[in-house]
Structures are given as C-alpha cells and as structure tokens.
C-alpha cells in the first residue's frame, strides 16, 4: 500500500463508527500498533464511543474455533496436486457440498443462544434489592449482588435471561414463549408461574423454590420437576439434581414480603430479616438467640417487625444505620 | 508487519494461508465489528473471508499483499451484509425497543455512574452535533446518509462526528 493516510481523531472516528474504507482501517491498525501513546489515544477514543463500556474492548477474538473449522474445510478441499478433469467434477461436488456445510457450521454458530455478542442489558444490584418488570411484564426482584442479563431479542420467541446470584421470578404467562433462566451450567424452564433461584457459591449450588406452577431445571444430562411448595437443588459439583419436598418461604421473604415464624428461634428469625432488610443484626447477649416465637408478617417494616419481637420476648432493640442491636435478659 | 503476495504455489499456499490467519485475524475481526457492530458476526463474516480464499486459492489472482485482499475482502462482505439484511436499520430498531420497553429498568439499574455521565455528556453537546452524533451511534446511519438526511456535506458530518468524539472522551477521562 502506497498511499498514505494520515490518522487522526477525525480517522479514528470514521474509523470506529463504521466509515473506513480497507486502507485506512490498515492505516489506523499499524498506526496503533505504532507507539504506546498511539494506542492510549485510540483507546481513549474507543471508549468514548462505546459510551465508556469498554467490556469487550480489549478483548481479543477467540481464534481457535474459527480455525477448527477452516481446517475442517481445508482437509475437505485439499490442494491441488495435479490437474486432472476428470476428478475436476467430483471435486466440483464436494466443494458444492462443503460450502453446503460451511454455511450450515457458520450459521448454527451464529445461531447460538449464548452468543455473547447480542446487545445485553445488565441488570446489577449490590446493596439494593430491586423489584422490576422485564419487557414481556415479568415481574423479577433480584437480591442483593445479584445479575440478571438478558439479551435484546427477549421476548422475541424464546425468552431467555441468564442470572448470577438470586432472583425471584414471577413470570407473565406465556404458553408459546417460554421462560428460560441460565445459571451456571443449567437452564431453568417454565411457561408461567413464580419461583425463586439461587446460586450459592460457598455451597456450590443452585437452588429453585417454586411458589406457584412447575418449572424443569436441567443440564445436557438430567433434568428436574419441581412443583409449587418444593425446592430442587443442583449440586455445581457431582452434576446431580435433587428435589426437596418443602422449603422455607422465609427464604423468598426479600421478594415477596412475607415471614412465617412458627416456633423459630431468634436467630434463625434474624438472619431472615438480616437478608430482607440489607442489615447486620447483633446480639448483645448471645443467649437471646435461642429464644423462639410464632408470628406472620406481610409487607412490613422493619421496625414493625422489631417492635412485635420486643414485645413479645421483652427486649429491647436499637437500629443505627445499617446495624441493629438487641438486647435483653434471658427471655421468659 | 508481515507482508505476503498472493500466490498459490502449492506448498507454499497451506503455510501462507495459516500465517495470515494468525496475523490478521484478530484485527480483521475489529474493523468487521465497526460496521457490524456485533462481535459474533464479525468473527463469522472474517471466518467466511478465509474459508471463500480457501477455496479459491486456485483461481485467484491479485496484485497486492494478502492484507489489502482481506481488508478489501471484509469490506465488501460488511457492506453487502449491512445491505442485504439491513444490519443497521435492525439494530437501531431493536435499540429503540429495547430503550423505550426497558427504560425504567434500564434507568434503575444498568447504567453505572460513568454511563450517566456521558449521557449527559451527549444531552449537553451542541445542537447539530448532538444530533450527527445521535444519528452515527444509535441509528446506526453512515456518513452519507447523515450528510443526506440533513442536507449537510459529508466533511460536516465528519468534523462534529470528531467534535462530538473528542468531547466524550474529554468527560471520560475526568472520570476515570
């Protein structure tokens, strides 16, 4: 290439929405590879017009699979050794046949659920739980550290999205779409119903209470039905599924705003309402623990909640920001 | 940087095509994705660009180094795809849908800090800017058809797309 393109801002931005012609995206490439100042102010500029995501920016194109299957092309189409018409035919036909092929491996490729490169909206939560409605009304709360991914074509035919962490889901019935829920190495199906799922790291699994309808966890092995009023629970480990009879409602108490108390123990009721309320609660006579009370609770404060449990156990409670402190004697 | 010249010799041809995937193939891919803007199918598009080389070894015949062939290759392939299926209208339509249907839970949540400052970044840009911009980046017009639609030259369209850049990366690196 003899011509020589000066690259500029004014190249880079051609260059980055989609307007450089062959010689100047070469231009713009060995310009960059250049000097390490080059590359700052393009990377500048990149960010820029990905409106500072610059998720994939760095990121190099996986070649690998791309080269799989060239050379699975390539071992079908071999070079040619020697002209021969007669084999010119059947080679024709192999060739017809492999570009058959081709199309058929490139377009399966591009046919991939999880194709990573969909437009995707991020749904991220840290210290908030979030109640929200996805596109096809769907009601989700997600839980706190929690991630919801879903791609621009939900709601298109199949709805998928794809979680780190927790989230309850309340999924707008829809008999011809069905809702599909990724997390880790399983999918979660249903048609319309509700349901919670948790992926729990330090214990390496995932877990789906089912408060209404059937869902079917599954993997490419094993699949699961779970039905309203019980859990299943997929070990990250063995691969395994199980499928548990009964579950806590306290533990969707973050999504749905309802406890059920009966006979539990302070702590047991404190960790509940640690998860629901996005507070530490301390103890300042560790023996209060051990106290227990019946009760149920439906959308209520915090401090409502408190205030039935001072009651009831006599003691006291203090809440300063974030934290809570109980005190008391022994409880009767 | 490696230069080859297209020839098919045939022992020669198995080892150029190999090398050349390995040194183009990842920036082959980057400028794909500027017009597609999809990194799946800017990969697929550049995997096509090899596999028809391949195939045509045999046949073909240029005058310049296997980098220009690929680029100019690429080129077309994207600007044919962006044709054919209308990449572009699509994509911004579904950036359109997308934005109105999930805005409020968009708006919440997905935006961290640095992206609300840039979208405040582009309401603030000058009028004309502010729209050239708008135009590039989420309807996914080219030049000419900005040029076109706002009865503008392509050399305006081009000095506040840079404008428009340049100040966006001003309020990023405040910052970051």
């Known amino acids: 290439m003899n011509a020589v393109h000066k690259v500029d801002e004014e190249l880079i931005t051609k260059y980055l929405a989609g307007e450089a012609l062959p010689e100047e995206a070469m231009a713009l490439h060995d310009w960059v590879a250049k000097s390490e100042d080059n590359k700052r102010m393009f990377l500048q500029l990149e960010r820029a017009w990905n409106l500072g995501n610059d998720a994939h920016v760095a990121e190099s194109y996986d070649k690998e699979p791309v080269w799989k299957n060239l050379s699975a092309l390539s071992e079908q189409l071999p070079l040619r050794e020697k002209r021969n018409s007669y084999f010119t035919l059947s080679r024709m036909a192999a060739a017809v046949a492999l570009l058959f092929i081709s199309g058929w491996v490139i377009y399966s490729l591009t046919d991939r659920k999880d194709r990573p490169s969909n437009e995707f909206i991020v749904s991220k939560t840290k210290v908030t739980i979030l109640d929200q409605k996805l596109p096809d009304s769907t009601r989700v709360v997600l839980n706190r550290f929690s991630q919801l991914t879903f791609s621009n074509n939900f709601s298109k035919s199949v709805r998928e999205v794809s979680l780190v962490g927790e989230c309850y889901f309340d999924v707008a019935h829809k008999p011809d779409q069905p809702f599909i829920v990724t997390v880790d190495d399983i999918k979660i199906k249903v048609l319309g119903t509700a349901f919670n799922v948790k992926e729990d790291s330090t214990l390496s699994i995932v877990e789906t209470l089912v408060t209404r309808g059937v869902v079917m966890m599954y993997n490419i092995n094993d699949s699961l039905i779970i039905r309203a009023g019980e859990s299943g629970v997929y070990d990250k480990t063995t691969k395994n599924f199980k499928l548990l009879s009964n579950f806590d409602v306290n533990n969707v108490g973050y999504a749905t705003g309802k406890f059920e108390f009966s006979d539990t123990s302070l702590k047991d009721i404190a960790i509940h309402l640690e998860k629901v309320f996005g507070v530490k609660i301390y103890f300042e006579n560790p023996r209060l623990q051990a106290c227990r009370m019946s009760s149920t609770f439906e959308n209520n404060s915090l401090e409502f909640i408190l205030k039935i449990l001072s009651a009831t156990l006599n003691i006291t409670y203090e809440i300063k920001g974030n934290t809570v402190n109980i005190a008391g004697n022994d409880c009767q | ?176």
């Open chain 2, 1 to 176: 940087m490696t230069q080859y010249f297209l020839k098919s010799e045939k022992d020669g041809f198995k080892k150029l095509f190999e090398d050349s995937f390995n040194s183009f193939f990842d920036e082959l891919c980057r400028y794909a994705f500027t017009y597609l803007q999809d990194r799946e199918r800017a990969k697929d598009t550049v995997q096509v660009i090899f596999a028809k080389w391949w195939e045509k070894k045999d046949s073909i015949l240029i005058q310049q180094t296997v980098r220009g062939y690929l680029y100019s290759a690429v080129y077309h392939h994207c600007l044919n795809a962006i044709r054919d299926d209308k990449v572009r209208k699509s994509y911004a339509e579904n950036y359109k849908r997308t934005e109105a249907e999930a805005r409020e839970f968009v708006d919440t949540v997905c935006y961290e800090e640095v992206d609300f400052k840039i979208r405040q970044t582009i309401e603030s840009l000058p009028r004309q800017c502010h729209i050239i911009f708008c135009k590039s980046r989420f309807e996914n017009m080219t030049y000419s058809q900005i040029a076109t639609d706002l009865t503008i030259s392509i050399k305006t369209v081009e000095t506040q797309m840079t404008k428009a850049l340049k100040i966006l990366r001003g309020s990023i690196s405040e910052i970051a």
